[in-house]
């Protein structure tokens, strides 16, 4: 099966031809672009078609935030998609949209090796159910429910859910946040927001200088959460603390959704901010949190943890899901 996949972003639309032979996907003619430039996906894609000659008879997009009957309002774009509109204006027999991170469950099936990292062994020939807990410009959660005899993706909005302090110094976390935001989520602290708002409640509760980098970040509007990183990686305090306490948070958020779907079949860590953040999971805190669940650590210690360093995972996702939606309907 060849199909158009694609992965819609606020800032960049990844777009590429797949072709579908099982749970193995190759993609071909991958492109992006800015996804600002274009009135609506529509006229995105067509653009895509016309830069590179190719023919499709079917498109999978996946998309950031809920799809409801084949129609999703896109978080950061103001896009408003129908997959059965997005057919007839591409003149394609079929289209299909899904979450972003039920592609990427999707995806988890077409990784090899290489395309993974491990953070904790688990049990390797360990069979059941996974998950998929993926902290990037927000915080995304996807469910892999075994049948029996394969996986399927389900989408949530897991990371939406309540945040939940465990000591003092969260709960004051948690108070600082309430003062900002109100209600606060799991994406308001394990996300890239979540590093700045972590920082920014470390400054003030250590009553501390920024580091200039940050400094820089905050008066010209960068990316706080990337600066704070870099200066962690430097060994500048507060982000040291912050880097840190963002690992510790992250294992025992992807804990709490690991023990929600008894993930024996494996736990992804996918986005942006853990590939690149590899040592710092790798450190302690983050296992840390994910395994303590109490009377259930035994069980925790069972599932394997991993990181997915291939960001194409999205793009090959979709084209597995169109794969099985295909099949599924013969």
């Given at each position: 099966m060849?199909?158009?996949?694609?992965d819609i972003?606020?800032?960049?639309?990844?777009?590429?031809?797949a072709?579908v032979?099982?749970?193995?996907v190759?993609?071909a003619h991958?492109?992006?672009?800015p996804?600002?430039?274009?009135?609506d996906l529509?006229?995105?894609v067509?653009?895509y078609?016309?830069?590179?000659?190719?023919?499709c008879?079917?498109?999978?997009?996946?998309?950031?935030?809920p799809?409801?009957d084949?129609?999703?309002?896109?978080?950061?774009?103001?896009?408003?998609l129908?997959?059965?509109?997005l057919?007839?204006?591409?003149?394609?027999?079929?289209?299909?949209l899904?979450?972003?991170?039920?592609?990427?469950?999707?995806?988890?099936?077409?990784?090899?090796?290489?395309?993974?990292?491990?953070?904790?062994?688990g049990?390797?020939?360990?069979?059941?159910?996974?998950?998929?807990?993926?902290?990037?410009?927000?915080?995304?959660?996807?469910g892999?429910?075994w049948?029996?005899?394969?996986h399927?993706?389900?989408?949530t909005?897991?990371g939406?859910?309540?945040?939940?302090p465990?000591?003092?110094?969260?709960?004051?976390?948690?108070?600082?946040?309430q003062?900002?935001?109100?209600?606060?989520?799991w994406?308001?602290?394990?996300?890239?927001?979540g590093?700045?708002n972590?920082?920014d409640?470390?400054?003030?509760?250590?009553?501390?200088?920024?580091?200039?980098?940050?400094?820089?970040?905050?008066?010209?509007?960068?990316d706080?959460?990337?600066?704070?990183a870099?200066?962690?990686?430097?060994?500048?305090?507060?982000?040291?603390?912050?880097?840190?306490?963002?690992?510790?948070?992250?294992g025992?958020?992807?804990?709490n959704?690991?023990?929600?779907?008894?993930a024996?079949?494996?736990?992804?860590?996918?986005?942006?901010?853990?590939p690149?953040?590899?040592?710092?999971?790798?450190?302690?805190?983050?296992l840390?949190?994910?395994?303590d669940?109490?009377?259930m650590?035994?069980?925790?210690?069972?599932?394997?943890?991993?990181?997915?360093?291939?960001?194409?995972?999205?793009?090959?996702?979709?084209?597995?899901?169109?794969?099985w939606r295909?099949t599924?309907?013969?």
């Amino acid at each position: 099966m060849r199909v158009l996949v694609g992965d819609i972003g606020g800032t960049k639309t990844g777009l590429a031809v797949a072709e579908v032979s099982g749970d193995a996907v190759s993609l071909a003619h991958p492109a992006r672009y800015p996804s600002r430039d274009f009135s609506d996906l529509t006229a995105l894609v067509r653009r895509y078609l016309d830069d590179t000659g190719v023919q499709c008879d079917a498109g999978s997009f996946a998309v950031a935030g809920p799809v409801v009957d084949g129609r999703s309002k896109t978080t950061n774009l103001p896009w408003s998609l129908d997959a059965a509109e997005l057919a007839q204006g591409l003149g394609f027999q079929q289209a299909f949209l899904l979450n972003d991170l039920e592609a990427v469950a999707w995806g988890v099936a077409a990784l090899g090796p290489g395309d993974l990292a491990e953070i904790q062994p688990g049990e390797s020939d360990g069979v059941g159910n996974a998950c998929v807990v993926a902290a990037g410009t927000g915080l995304g959660e996807a469910g892999l429910y075994w049948d029996g005899a394969r996986h399927r993706a389900f989408a949530t909005e897991g990371g939406h859910a309540d945040f939940a302090p465990a000591d003092e110094r969260e709960f004051a976390l948690l108070g600082h946040l309430q003062q900002r935001y109100g209600r606060v989520s799991w994406e308001r602290v394990v996300s890239g927001m979540g590093i700045a708002n972590l920082y920014d409640f470390l400054i003030a509760w250590h009553q501390a200088e920024h580091p200039p980098a940050v400094a820089a970040a905050l008066a010209g509007n960068g990316d706080v959460g990337a600066a704070v990183a870099q200066c962690a990686a430097e060994g500048l305090h507060p982000c040291t603390e912050a880097m840190e306490l963002f690992a510790l948070l992250y294992g025992r958020e992807a804990g709490n959704m690991a023990l929600k779907l008894l993930a024996l079949g494996g736990v992804y860590l996918g986005g942006g901010i853990a590939p690149k953040n590899l040592d710092l999971l790798r450190a302690g805190g983050f296992l840390e949190g994910f395994l303590d669940k109490g009377r259930m650590r035994g069980l925790m210690e069972r599932m394997p943890v991993r990181v997915i360093l291939n960001q194409q995972v999205p793009l090959l996702g979709a084209a597995r899901f169109i794969g099985w939606r295909v099949t599924s309907d013969e």
